[in-house]
């Protein structure tokens, strides 16, 4: 089955730098990829997804860009704000196993101001 | 639109009860999918169900078990409760569908705890 690696586990930044968060998955077959954003006590926030006929994805502060070839998928958010702090989850899916997403083990993000 | 909505929030149990956990969609979601969120195995997939029909079952024992109703609302039991069962349990809502992926919106969760 489909098996998600998420890189690095805790990331700190100074507010303004840019963070980038890595993920590679398994399966050929997965064609979506969602990012999430889980603040404490509360469910998981999609942030941006992107699916397998986009290479990059934008919007405003953060990004997506996704290598099909080598299985690979990254989040980038520029001028970190200490609001960006959170963890940080992708994901992938596929069409054929549709509302089962499986989750990296996550990204601690931590903003200094 | 209203989001996704689980009562109750939190749970205390002590082992060898067993508990059900409610979750409402969002309007017109058809897809409702729970996942067990644990600080050390993260988020695992548990089950999902689409029109009242399990589509897709994670590795979870057969103590976990869910259903879903003509509204879309779903529960999700578990019985026999083990110490191991303490987690974060949420449940996310999509349109549902097939051929394609849909979006996932996630509720805030049931926190449970086993004693």
């Known amino acids: 089955g489909e098996n998600v690696e998420q890189h690095p586990s805790t990331l700190s930044v100074q507010e303004g730098d840019s963070a980038v968060i890595k993920c590679t998955y398994s399966?050929?077959?997965?064609?979506?990829f969602p990012w999430y954003k889980q603040e404490l006590g509360k469910g998981p926030q999609l942030i941006i997804d992107?699916?397998?006929?986009?290479g990059e994805k934008k919007d405003q502060r953060i990004a997506v860009t996704l290598n099909k070839t080598a299985k690979h998928f990254s989040l980038h958010i520029t001028e970190t704000q200490p609001e960006d702090s959170a963890v940080y989850f992708c994901?992938?899916?596929?069409?054929?196993?549709?509302?089962?997403?499986?989750f990296g083990k996550g990204t601690k993000l931590s903003v200094k101001p | 639109k209203a989001g996704v909505t689980q009562t109750p929030r939190y749970l205390i149990k002590t082992r060898g009860q067993q508990v059900t956990l409610s979750c409402s969609p969002i309007?017109?979601?058809?897809?409702v999918s729970w996942y067990q969120q644990t600080p050390g195995q993260g988020l695992q997939f548990l089950f999902e169900?689409?029109?009242?029909?399990?589509?897709n079952k994670g590795n979870f024992p057969g103590r976990f078990s869910g259903r879903q109703f003509s509204n879309s609302r779903s529960e999700m039991n578990v019985s026999t409760l083990e110490l191991g069962d303490s987690a974060l349990y949420l449940c996310?809502?999509?349109?549902?569908?097939?051929?394609?992926?849909?979006?996932?919106?996630f509720g805030p969760g049931t926190r449970l705890t086993v004693l």
């Open positions: 996310a809502s999509s349109l549902g569908g097939r051929g394609t992926a849909f979006v996932q919106f």
């Open positions: 399966d050929s077959a997965s064609n979506y």
């Open positions: 992107i699916r397998s006929n986009v």
């Open positions: 994901a992938a899916s596929s069409g054929g196993s549709q509302g089962n997403l499986i």
């Open positions: 309007s017109g979601h058809r897809s």
């Open positions: 169900y689409f029109s009242e029909t399990q589509r």
